[in-house]
């Protein structure tokens, strides 16, 4: 059984992986005002048209989901240790 340190370990992971999601699928399907060619009176060109906000969460909770849970797949069959992202990373094992 997971302590309370580990979960909460977890849901901090998912939530900042969430968020960086997020920003990278706000810009998908976006059309601006200027492209649409119907810019209305006194807003900004680049002003977006139909942002669909619901459906940008769903999909940042399913890729997040989905990138979180391949991570933790890793973790626990030991393919994803302190050690070998330190490796990865070049991180000199006399730094820490």
């Not at 977890?10 to 200027?34: E, T």
Request: with cysteine; net charge neutral; hydrophobic share 50%.
């Amino acid at each position: 059984m997971p302590s309370a340190q580990q979960i909460s370990a977890a849901v901090a992971i998912y939530f900042v992986m969430w968020w960086i999601v997020l920003f990278a699928v706000l810009p998908f399907g976006i059309r601006s005002q200027h492209d649409d060619g119907s810019p209305i009176e006194g807003t900004d060109p680049g002003a977006p048209v139909l942002v669909r906000m619901s459906r940008k969460l769903m999909w940042t909770t399913v890729v997040t989901t989905v990138i979180f849970g391949v991570c933790y797949g890793l973790y626990a069959a030991g393919y994803l240790t302190f050690d070998k992202v330190a490796d990865m990373m070049g991180v000199p094992k006399s730094n820490w």
